[in-house]
């Protein structure tokens, strides 16, 4: 027996750890990752345990390397990954590795800082420069108006402001306009800049706190500009605003820095404004050279963090885990640490080797003991896996997770699960497209594995590659059965039907006349005797009644398919019995059920069987109908009696035999066992009334050891409880027996429903570019196949192939699973290195 | 029928974010409280935060840590939450999650114009606000000398413009008529957001009506306990009062002839609903406080919203329980960082 057929035998062990070694210890454990821990002082919180600090530490330097990698990433540096695994360091190093960090960011955030500071001032200037630009247009405009429309001032403004125009403007339009420049003099202005989004607010307040009385004008920026804390890019209006009087100023400043805007001097004449303008240009051109070296420096620092961040967050991951491992240990005694694991009994050795190594690592003188425990606890359910069992186990585990030591269904499902999912999706075309796809993630394994696909669904794909690479492989093979690649079939071995045997001739009047016509392969030499070599047989895709034909066939197939796999399932739980030693369940519970089984849809199946092989064409016009026979057989119906040929001699008797089994079988399930049970109870009772009398204690001892062997028997024996139980196990499976056949049907009905789409869909679609002659054919099939190609692949492959897995994944839960399987364990989580540096637990 | 009107709620109006919130919900239970409680230092508390709903949202933040860390932190992940699911709503939940967001819109009005009137900086007001009543012209009402002022050049284009209409006066701001603008604004703000919620009606209106009727009675009495001894005559008080709760209208009436402590107490024992309240308050040590009281009633009307589906109650309730929650944080971590131990279980349970 393989591993695979059932969980590893675990076993809980205690740890007696020196202090000072263990650190080392649990890093070796770690690395090997095959103990899961218990926690030892459940109640005791999380900020009161004994490396509570080193867990804060570990923290604070987890927070500054996720500062450094924010700051790599923000430059765009790439983060080098050599796939080095370095060792947990040893306690003693984490000081090292703190100052590290901690001069690495402290470093960080003055270069950020210095940084900040010259963008904030590049900024400014920037800004300035703008605004320099900007307002420069807004006199020149105002200027060159005034010349074009000379005595029209008012006009100016009625433009500028449209219905804004300010009553008072009015009475000065004479002074205005007769010195136009010399009139800006009395009235002040301020400039600045705006963020975008805010400009029609403060154009709003503007208006309504100064009542009208300013001039605003505003134009955008073009150029982007860098926000210098967050580093966005962010979009900006430059503004001027004019107003008379001081009252008017101190309120449109206190408005400015409300919205946030920054002002900025500007003079009033153009050749200042020109003056400051160059200055500006060299002071940012000064600035940028300065703002160069900064990143340079910055970048300078990043390529050395970038080359290390990643061993170094793996490094403190690691400490961090094994602090928060030591926390779960027991610390009362002095210098030692005591821990309890769950651990494969195979791999007791390597685990005791890798004490002995953490260990000597640490240079203490006195080894770590490991020792094993009696436990009454269930112990976690350990499957090992590798990369291609893992698909199939965790179509297992997603319905529970085996006991303890319970047959694990995986192996046979890597069989049964794609050749399931296959003969619903039987069709050569589509299974080689699945084939080749999963073929493709299956090759590409090694790069994906190493950058792990982001999206969701493509990363799901990627899991179950080698189980759609099996059901990519199957469906071909079932496809040939069905003989349909793409919905069309494939004549290669030649067809058994012969039409020339009909003998019809060239102006036969029946032929004129019937566009169909029927072979009969009673006469001779229209059926060549032999069947079509493999699968069925090609002529049938021409054929008027091919559905008919084959929907008995594959009704029938998915039957027997149905009840081959629930018998497997039965033998699966006399595997489990027998295993437990229990044998009660399995002469009281097991042996029925089968009987059971077997009478009822077994008899059917061996009907289905003995029609197939031994009634003929010949007689196939008297041939008996399995349904009225079935129903006639629980009816207790004599066959000849409704003048029914009957399906073989004696049939009559055998059938009243087998009710008569099955009616028995239920009382069987039902009652034997709890009767038993309830004989037990008592005569353990009385046991325990006699030993106790003869102070006999080791055989009471020895008993209840026995006892809580396989399954804890309850302490007080509850009589309705069980039959209760009993009974509603026994009506479960004798219902079940009737409906999980019937559900097995859904084999045909989503093979049919899947033959049927891809026939609509050749003939729909890629028919009619087939069908027209010509160029224009040609270019008709072109455009026809994209369509069709693409429907194929939606449609077909992936929503067919999605409803087909569903259901396979159905007859492999409910159906399959019942027979046998308990999965109410619970799953091994070792302490493991490599799930936590991936991130794949969660501390 | 009922049944078509579920889906149509859930497919329609915020199903989605309705499931969003019952999950963001989910917080300290008494368990956290207890340990949170135990916590010898900030440090440990930020350990334990760890371990609950709100998760690393800590993590960045270098030792050593303070409450006003904290503060700030908590804010802002119920503003994240809470502008996600501003961002996802439309049509009347859109509406009703702005109505929220009103009430902090003008407390923030008021604390800038106090801070104003006290000559503090902008600046240093500014971070005092709370992020969820920010709005654009908000920054400007320091250049307001008048209420009329305030109105016509800032208020006007704000949502907070309805609300004001009652308010506007030639007077100059004064510490009397701050008090007065922002119980005047609050006043009208609940009788709005009570109506728009009786409107809406179904369940929404009998979770909402519930809890505002609450607020409102709880204003007009705290109102009337802190003007004894001002200089607000009866009349004006009576204009504060919010006209939706139970005691409108005989028990206002009655509440605007108080003037002592005795007598609010007298008009709300006869309400079925005040009078554990009041029982059992006092100033001695070991009592209640009124206000304790009143926080512990809201929560559990609060808590109670949360039993009924389909309605926007539970996005209300969220907010004020979050809120609470993050007030009953900082003030375990305020004890903590000030080892005043004594007082640390007077917090406000959430059940």
């Known amino acids: 027996m393989g591993s695979l057929f059932r969980s590893e035998e675990m076993c809980l062990a205690q740890l007696y750890l020196q202090s000072e070694a263990a650190f080392a210890c649990v890093s070796e454990l770690g690395e090997l990752g095959l103990a899961q821990f218990r926690d030892l002082n459940p109640d005791v919180n999380a900020f009161q345990r004994k490396f509570v600090n080193e867990v804060r530490r570990c923290d604070d330097m987890e927070r500054k390397l996720r500062f450094l990698e924010k700051e790599v990433k923000k430059d765009n540096l790439a983060i080098d990954d050599t796939g080095e695994n370095p060792p947990a360091p040893l306690p003693r190093e984490m000081i090292d590795m703190e100052n590290k960090f901690d001069k690495l960011e402290t470093e960080m955030k003055s270069v950020n800082s210095n940084q900040e500071a010259l963008k904030k001032n590049f900024l400014e200037l920037t800004e300035l420069k703008h605004i320099l630009r900007k307002t420069q247009q807004f006199f020149e405009q105002i200027i060159l108006t005034k010349y074009k429309k000379n005595n029209n001032q008012a006009a100016l403004y009625q433009q500028d402001q449209e219905t804004h125009v300010p009553q008072q403007y009015d009475d000065e339009t004479p002074l205005i306009a007769s010195e136009f420049s010399r009139s800006f003099n009395r009235f002040g202005f301020v400039a600045g800049v705006l963020m975008r989004d805010k400009i029609s607010a403060f154009e709003r307040v503007i208006w309504r706190a100064c009542r009208g009385n300013v001039f605003l004008r505003y134009t955008e920026i073009e150029a982007e500009l860098e926000d210098p804390h967050t580093g966005d890019k962010v979009n900006k209006y430059v503004f001027i605003v004019f107003f008379q009087g001081d009252q008017l100023k101190s309120r449109i400043k206190k408005i400015c820095t409300g919205f946030r805007a920054t002002l900025y001097p500007c003079p009033e004449t153009p050749q200042e404004r020109r003056e400051i303008a160059l200055g500006v240009m060299t002071r940012i051109e000064d600035l940028q050279t300065v703002l160069n070296q900064t990143a340079d420096h910055r970048r300078m620092v990043l390529s050395q963090v970038a080359l290390n961040i990643r061993v170094w967050l793996i490094k403190v991951r690691k400490i961090k885990a094994i602090y928060h491992t030591l926390n779960l240990f027991n610390v009362n005694i002095e210098k030692c640490l005591i821990a309890e694991c769950w651990c494969p009994v195979v791999d007791i050795d390597r685990i005791q080797l890798a004490l002995r190594r953490g260990t000597e690592l640490s240079g203490s003188s006195v080894p770590s003991i490991m020792q094993q425990m009696q436990t009454k606890e269930n112990p976690p359910t350990y499957n090992q896996t590798d990369k291609f069992t893992s698909g199939f186990q965790a179509i297992i585990d997603a319905f529970g997770v085996s006991n303890y030591r319970e047959v694990n269904p995986a192996p046979f499902t890597i069989i049964t699960f794609p050749f399931l999912f296959a003969v619903m999706f039987g069709d050569m075309g589509h299974g080689l497209l699945m084939f080749l796809f999963a073929l493709y993630l299956v090759l590409k394994e090694n790069r994906y594995m190493k950058h792990k696909p982001e999206d969701e669904i493509f990363k799901m794909m990627f899991d179950g590659r080698y189980l759609i690479l099996l059901m990519g492989l199957f469906s071909i093979y079932t496809g040939f059965l069905y003989n349909e690649c793409f919905s069309r079939s494939i004549n290669i071995f030649g067809t058994s039907w012969n039409v020339r045997a009909m003998n019809f001739t060239d102006n036969d009047v029946f032929l004129a006349t019937n566009p169909v016509v029927t072979l009969d392969p009673n006469k001779p030499g229209v059926f060549r005797g032999y069947p079509y070599f493999y699968g069925i047989d090609p002529i049938w895709q021409s054929a008027e009644n091919k559905i008919t034909v084959q929907n008995s066939y594959k009704m029938k197939n998915a039957v027997l398919m149905g009840f081959a796999q629930m018998i497997f399932g039965l033998s699966l739980a006399f595997c489990n019995r027998r295993h437990f030693k229990d044998k009660l369940t399995l002469y009281c519970e097991l042996l029925p059920q089968l009987l059971f089984l077997c009478a009822l849809i077994g008899y059917l199946c061996m009907c289905i069987l003995y029609k197939w092989s031994v009634w003929t064409v010949a007689q196939s016009n008297t041939a008996p109908s399995l349904l009225i026979g079935l129903i006639d057989m629980y009816m207790l119906t004599d066959p000849k009696s409704n003048n029914r040929v009957p399906l073989y001699t004696g049939q009559y008797q055998v059938q009243i035999f087998l009710v008569i089994v099955t009616v028995l079988c239920v009382p069987w399930m039902f009652l034997s066992k709890p009767y038993i049970l309830y004989k037990r109870s008592k005569q353990k009772k009385g046991v325990r009334l006699d030993s106790q009398s003869d102070d006999d204690v080791a055989i009471l001892h020895h008993e209840n050891n026995d006892a809580n062997y396989g399954k804890q028997e309850p302490e007080s024996f509850d009589m309705s409880e069980v039959i209760i139980y009993q009974a509603i196990h026994t009506i479960e499976f004798c219902l079940s027996c009737i409906s999980h056949t019937a559900s097995y049907l859904r084999l045909w009905a989503l093979s049919l429903a899947h033959s049927e789409l891809s026939e609509v869909l050749w003939s729909m679609v890629m028919h009619t570019g087939l069908a027209t002659s010509g160029t224009s054919g040609a270019i008709l099939s072109f455009f026809v196949f994209w369509f069709f190609s693409s429907l194929t692949v939606s449609i077909l492959l992936v929503m067919e192939g999605l409803s087909a897995f569903l259901h396979a994944i159905r007859l492999h839960w409910v159906e399959f699973q019942s027979k046998f399987y308990k999965g109410e364990g619970y799953i091994f989580s070792p302490f493991s290195f490599t799930l936590i540096v991936e991130g794949k637990v969660e501390e | ?351």
């Open chain 2, 1 to 351: 029928l009922n049944f078509v009107f579920f889906i149509y709620f859930a497919v329609n109006t915020s199903g989605f974010l309705e499931g969003l919130v019952r999950g963001f919900k989910n917080g300290l239970s008494k368990e956290d409280y207890r340990h949170l409680t135990q916590c010898d230092t900030l440090e440990d508390l930020k350990l334990h935060l760890q371990g609950t709903g709100y998760g690393h949202f800590l993590a960045n933040e270098p030792s050593p840590l303070t409450v006003s860390v904290i503060d700030e932190k908590l804010r802002e992940k119920l503003v994240i939450e809470f502008e996600y699911i501003r961002n996802h709503a439309y049509k009347d939940l859109a509406t009703f999650l702005d109505f929220i967001k009103y009430s902090y819109m003008i407390d923030n009005i008021i604390l800038l114009i106090t801070g104003t009137l006290h000559q503090r900086q902008l600046s240093e007001l500014l971070p005092k606000c709370h992020p969820l009543g920010i709005f654009d012209q908000m920054e400007t009402v320091t250049i307001a000398s008048t209420t009329a002022d305030l109105y016509n050049a800032i208020l006007v284009d704000s949502p907070l413009a309805p609300f004001f209409k009652e308010c506007i006066s030639e007077e100059d701001l004064n510490e009397m008529n701050i008090e007065i603008i922002r119980n005047t604004l609050y006043k009208a703000y609940l009788e709005a957001f009570y109506d728009w919620c009786q409107q809406k009606g179904g369940a929404t209106a009998d979770v909402m009506c519930e809890i505002l009727a609450f607020e409102a009675d709880r204003r007009s009495i705290i109102i009337t306990i802190n003007s004894f001894g001002t200089e607000l005559t009866k009349e004006d008080r009576a204009k504060l009062y919010p006209r939706r709760g139970k005691l409108y209208p005989d028990g206002l009436l009655e509440l605007s002839k108080a003037d002592e402590y005795e007598a609010v107490k007298r008009v709300s024992e006869l309400y079925a609903e005040y009078k554990p309240l009041f029982d059992g308050t006092g100033n001695n040590p070991g009592d209640k406080t009124l206000e304790d009281k009143f926080f512990e009633h809201e929560v559990t009307l609060n808590v109670n919203s949360f039993m009924q589906q389909f309605q926007y109650g539970v996005f209300y309730s969220y907010v004020k329980l979050k809120e609470q929650e993050c007030r009953n944080i900082i003030w375990i971590a305020e004890c903590i960082a000030q080892r005043h131990r004594a007082k640390i279980d007077s917090y406000i349970p959430i059940m």
